[in-house]
C-alpha cells in the first residue's frame, strides 16, 4: 500500500547521499519508522556499514524490527535486528538494528567511534527523550574528534523542524505529510464525575456509535485498573478489552498491538500516542492528562505530575482514530479549557532527574555539560544536584572525576542509585538480595500486589514476591524475573541462591542507594519525619511503618503542596546505623544555636546529613558564640533586645538628628543600618555572653552612644536635647518617638506668657506641642502657639474652667505667670 513518505524517499536519499545530517519532518501515518530504514539498505554511500535506529520505547524498537523484518520476508536477527534491555536478536547479518535510546549511549562510551556504524537514525525525536538528547550531544562530540564521515537522520512528528535544522548549522529539512483520514472531535467533558465514570460513559457511547476499535488514552496503571473495573460487566462479549502500558509484560503489549478476532477496547498510556499503531482503531477517547516526573532540585527529588496534555500530544491522539479510515475523538474536557493547554511538553532534560545523564557525563571525561552541544541545555540547578547525589554515592570524588566505586557503577547500567546498591552488596548472598531489590525499586508496579504493597514496607514486598518467582506463576512477574537474572548474570551470582534475608543487610544496602533518604521520626508525632536531606515528610497512608524510629525513605513523593510523602521504606532498628554503614561516622567540631535552651552551644556531633546522632559537650568558642548570638538578634530585630527608657530615648534623638541631616558626617543609626553594623557598635559588649537572658540583660545607652564621637555627643545635646525649660520652671522630656515631629507634652498652665512655639535642631525643626489639661489628658495640639491663645484658648479656657475650678484660667495667658500648681497653692 502507498505510503505518504514513499514520493519524498527520493529527496531525503539525495539529501543523505550528500550531506551528513539531515532533519526529516513526517506527519504521523506518514510511514518514516516502516520505510525510510528499508529505503536505505541499498544505498551506495551505506556500502559495507550498519545503521542504528533509536526507538525511545522498548516496545516500540521490538515491533518496529519486527514489521520490517516481516517486510524483508525475515525473521529479527538477520538483515534487520534489535536491541533492547535484556533483549537481543542481531547476527554478521545485521545491517540494520533497532535499539532504544540508553543502548546506544552504553555503545558511545564502550566505543566512541562506533566502528562499522555509517549512520544513526534518531526516531520519534519529537518525544525529546533524556537519552536521546545525551544520544546527540555525545554524537555531536564523536563527529567533532573522531567520526566526521557519521551520518546522522533525526526523524520527527511534531517538532520543530526548522529549529532542530538551525542546530545543525542549517542542514536539509525534508518535509513529509501524513495519512490522515477526517476525525471528528466531540468534547465529552464533566469535572463532577470521577474519569473512571466520565471513561466508562465514553467507551459505552464510542462503541455503540461507530465500528473499529477503541483506543483510550490515560494518565498511569492505576487510572487503567479502575477504568477497567468500571466497565466490567457492561460491554458485550464481542468487545474485550485490554490495557497497554510499559509495565506489563510483553507478551500482553502485543496482544494490544495486534489485531484480534473480537472488537478491541485498549486502555493505554501515552506509550501508545507516537511509537506504536494499533490497528484497527477508529475511535479515541482522550482523558487530556498524562502523568510526568519532575525533578525538583531544592529536594533532590523527583516529583511525579498528573498534568494537562500539550496541544501537540493532543493532535497526535486524535489523529490515531483517521489512520485508516475516518473516525472519532471524544475528548474528556471541556472547548474552554484548551486554551490553557500548552503547545508541546517540556523536553525531558529540563525536568527530570539528572543523575544519570551527570553519570554519563564525568563517565565521557567532561565535568559538566558545557563541553557538549545541547538542544536544550540540562538545567545548572538540576545538574548540581545530580553531582551532589554522586558526591554522596562515592562515584565521584571533589573534583568530578569517577571513583572505582564510580566505574563499577557505570558498567551496571542502572540507575546511579541501584548501580550503587548492587556495588556495595558484599557476597552472593547479598548480592542475590540486591539484585531482587533492585528489580522491586525499578519496576515495582510490575509485581506489587496485595497487602504487602500496600503497608509500604520493602521487606515484606521482598518476601511477597518470593512465592511468585520460584514458581514463576504469575505472568506479571515474568519481566520481574527476567530483569532479576539478568542483574545475576552481571554480578557474576547465582539467581537461585538464597538472599541474605536480616534487616540489617538490607538497610545497608538502601542506604547505600539512598543516603539522602535517612528518615527520622520526630518527637511530636509517630507519622512525621525528618529526612537526612534536611526537608520534613509524613508517612503516606498506605505505608504503615508507624512506630519505628529509623526509616531509610525510598518512595518518596514531593506532592505540590510542599509536603513530602513516604509511601514505602525500610525499617532501622534504634542504634544500628553505626553497625549498618561499614565506614565510622567522623566526628566534627560545631557551635549552633540551641532554640530550647536559647543559648549558644559548642559540641562535637556526628551526623548523617541534617539529622544529629551523637553529641557531646565541649568548651564554648567564644568567637563562633559572638557570631551566632548577632546572628539570632539580626534574625529576631531589635525589638528582642532589652532596651532600657534611657537607652530608648537616646536611639530616638539619634535617629532625629539623621532624619533631618543636621550633622554631615552623622553614622546611619536606622534599624536596618545598626543591624548591618552590629560587630561595630554591639558585639564589643557581649563578650563571654552565649544565652540570650545576658543580651536581654544589657543596657544599650553606652553601645548606642559608642557610635558617636564625643564632639558629636555634645552637638546631640544641642541640637535634640532630652528635655526643654517651659515657664512654669519644669524641664520637660521631649518625645523624638517620631523622628519626623517631635513633641513636646505639657500641662497649658505651664506655658502661660510663652507666646512662640519653641523650636530645636539648630531652629530648623518646630515641636508639636501636645496642650495636657491639669489632669493631664490631652486637650490640643499645635504647631503655631501664638495663634492657639489668640483664637482657641477662649474656648478651652470656658470648657475646663469648670471642671478644674482650682487651677488657673487667666484671661491673658500671654501676661499670666505659669504654673504646674493649684491656685490655692499659689495663694
Known amino acids: 500500500m502507498p505510503l505518504p513518505i514513499d514520493a519524498i524517499l527520493p529527496q531525503l536519499l539525495a539529501q543523505l547521499a550528500r550531506c551528513d545530517t539531515v532533519i526529516l519532518q513526517a506527519e504521523p501515518g506518514a510511514g518514516k519508522t516502516t520505510r525510510v530504514p528499508l529505503a536505505l539498505l541499498e544505498a551506495e554511500w551505506l556500502q559495507g556499514r550498519r545503521m542504528v535506529m533509536l526507538e525511545p520505547r522498548r516496545l516500540a524498537a521490538v515491533h518496529a524490527a ?8 525475515e525473521e529479527p536477527g538477520q538483515t534487520v535486528g534489535y536491541t533492547i534491555r535484556h533483549q537481543r536478536a542481531v547476527s554478521d547479518q545485521t545491517r540494520l538494528e533497532v535499539v532504544t535510546e540508553g543502548i546506544l549511549t552504553r555503545r558511545l562510551q564502550n566505543d566512541p567511534a562506533l566502528d562499522g556504524v555509517g549512520l544513526l537514525i534518531f526516531d520519534e525525536f519529537h518525544e525529546r527523550a533524556l537519552q536521546a ?87 498511569g496503571a492505576r487510572e487503567i485498573q479502575r477504568c477497567q473495573q468500571a466497565l466490567a460487566g457492561r460491554l458485550s462479549d464481542d468487545v474485550v478489552l485490554m490495557s497497554l502500558y510499559g509495565a506489563l509484560p510483553f507478551e500482553q503489549q502485543q496482544q494490544a498491538l495486534q489485531p484480534a478476532a473480537r472488537r478491541k477496547v485498549v486502555l493505554a498510556t501515552n506509550i501508545a500516542e507516537t511509537s506504536l499503531t494499533i490497528e484497527g482503531v477508529r475511535q479515541v477517547i482522550d482523558s487530556g492528562l498524562e502523568r510526568l516526573l519532575t525533578f525538583e532540585s531544592r529536594t533532590g527529588m523527583n516529583r511525579l505530575v498528573t498534568r494537562r496534555i500539550s496541544l501537540a500530544s493532543a493532535r497526535q491522539r486524535t489523529g490515531r482514530a483517521g489512520r485508516t479510515a475516518p473516525g472519532a475523538c471524544y475528548r474528556l474536557w471541556s472547548p474552554q479549557s484548551e486554551a490553557a493547554m500548552s503547545d508541546y511538553v517540556p523536553a525531558e532534560i529540563v525536568r527530570s532527574d539528572l543523575t544519570a545523564l551527570a553519570l554519563e557525563l564525568i563517565a565521557w571525561g567532561v565535568s559538566g555539560a558545557d563541553a557538549l552541544q545541547w538542544l536544550d541545555a540540562p538545567p545548572r540547578a538540576h545538574l548540581e544536584a545530580a553531582f551532589r547525589l554522586l558526591q554522596q554515592l562515592d562515584a565521584i570524588d571533589g573534583q568530578r572525576r569517577l571513583t ?25 548472598a547479598e548480592q542475590v538480595l ?21 503497608d509500604g514496607d520493602l521487606f515484606d514486598q521482598l518476601e511477597s514476591w518470593q512465592p511468585h518467582r520460584r514458581t514463576l506463576s504469575s505472568p506479571g512477574f515474568q519481566p520481574a524475573e527476567q530483569t532479576y537474572r539478568q542483574l545475576c548474570r552481571r554480578l557474576g551470582c547465582c539467581p537461585t541462591t538464597a538472599p541474605s534475608n536480616h534487616p540489617d543487610v538490607m538497610a545497608r544496602l538502601l542506604l547505600a542507594a539512598y543516603p539522602d533518604r535517612l528518615a527520622r521520626q520526630r518527637d511530636h508525632s509517630p507519622e512525621q519525619f525528618l529526612l537526612s536531606n534536611g526537608r520534613g515528610a509524613r508517612l503516606s497512608p498506605r505505608c504503615r511503618l508507624r512506630r519505628q524510629r529509623w526509616l531509610v525513605a525510598v518512595d518518596v513523593e514531593f506532592s505540590s503542596a510542599g509536603e513530602a510523602l513516604i509511601h514505602s521504606a525500610c525499617a532501622l532498628a534504634e542504634g544500628r546505623l553505626e553497625s549498618v554503614w561499614p565506614q565510622p561516622l567522623p566526628w566534627h567540631r560545631e557551635t549552633v544555636w540551641d532554640e530550647a535552651g536559647q543559648r549558644v552551644l559548642t559540641r562535637e556531633v556526628q551526623r548523617w546529613g541534617a539529622l544529629l546522632l551523637t553529641e557531646r559537650p565541649l568548651p564554648l568558642d567564644g568567637e563562633a558564640a559572638l557570631a551566632l548570638v548577632l546572628q539570632r538578634i539580626r534574625l529576631g530585630g531589635l525589638e528582642r533586645l532589652g532596651w532600657s527608657q534611657e537607652a530608648e530615648r ?37 563578650g563571654g555572653m552565649s544565652r540570650l537572658e545576658q543580651v536581654l540583660k544589657l543596657d544599650l545607652a553606652e553601645p548606642l552612644a559608642s557610635l558617636l564621637t564625643w564632639p558629636q555627643l555634645q552637638l546631640l545635646d544641642t541640637l535634640a536635647p532630652e528635655r526643654l525649660s517651659v515657664p512654669s520652671g519644669s524641664r520637660i522630656a521631649i518625645d523624638y518617638s517620631d523622628p519626623q515631629q517631635p513633641l513636646l507634652a505639657v500641662k497649658l498652665q505651664e506655658l502661660f506668657g510663652w507666646q512662640q512655639t519653641p523650636v530645636i535642631g539648630g531652629g530648623r525643626v518646630a515641636l508639636l506641642i501636645q496642650l495636657l489639661s491639669p489632669a493631664r489628658r490631652p486637650m490640643q495640639t499645635t504647631r503655631d502657639l501664638a495663634n492657639f491663645w489668640a483664637t482657641t484658648y477662649a474656648e478651652v479656657r470656658k470648657e475646663l474652667k469648670g471642671r478644674y475650678p482650682k487651677h488657673p484660667w487667666p484671661d491673658d495667658p500671654l501676661t499670666a505667670v505659669a504654673s504646674h500648681r493649684t491656685v490655692k497653692k499659689n495663694v
Open 404 to 428: 572505582a566505586v564510580g566505574r563499577a557503577m557505570c558498567r551496571l547500567s542502572l540507575h546511579p542509585r541501584l548501580a550503587r546498591m548492587l556495588v556495595a552488596a558484599q557476597g552472593e
Open 434 to 454: 540486591a539484585c531482587q531489590l533492585a528489580v522491586l525499586l525499578e519496576s515495582p508496579q510490575g509485581f506489587r500486589s496485595g497487602a504487602a504493597a500496600r
Open 650 to 686: 537616646l536611639w530616638q534623638r539619634m535617629r532625629f538628628v539623621q532624619q533631618y541631616r543636621l550633622v554631615a558626617d552623622w553614622p546611619q543609626v536606622d534599624e536596618r543600618a545598626l543591624l548591618d553594623r552590629l560587630e561595630q557598635w554591639l558585639a564589643p559588649w557581649l
Open 133 to 219: 538528547d545525551l544520544g546527540l550531544a555525545l554524537v555531536g562530540d564523536v563527529r567533532a574528534a573522531l567520526r566526521p564521515d557519521l551520518k546522522v537522520l533525526v526523524m520527527s512528528a511534531t517538532l520543530d523542524g526548522a529549529a532542530l535544522a538551525d542546530f545543525f548549522g542549517g542542514c536539509p529539512l525534508v518535509v513529509c505529510g501524513g495519512r490522515s483520514h477526517p476525525v471528528t472531535v466531540t468534547h465529552l467533558g464533566d469535572d463532577s464525575a470521577a474519569l473512571e465514570l466520565q471513561v466508562s460513559r465514553a467507551v459505552q457511547l464510542a462503541v455503540a456509535r461507530q465500528p473499529g476499535d477503541v483506543l483510550v488514552f490515560l494518565p
Open 66 to 73: 519486527r514489521y520490517l523484518s516481516r517486510q524483508l520476508g
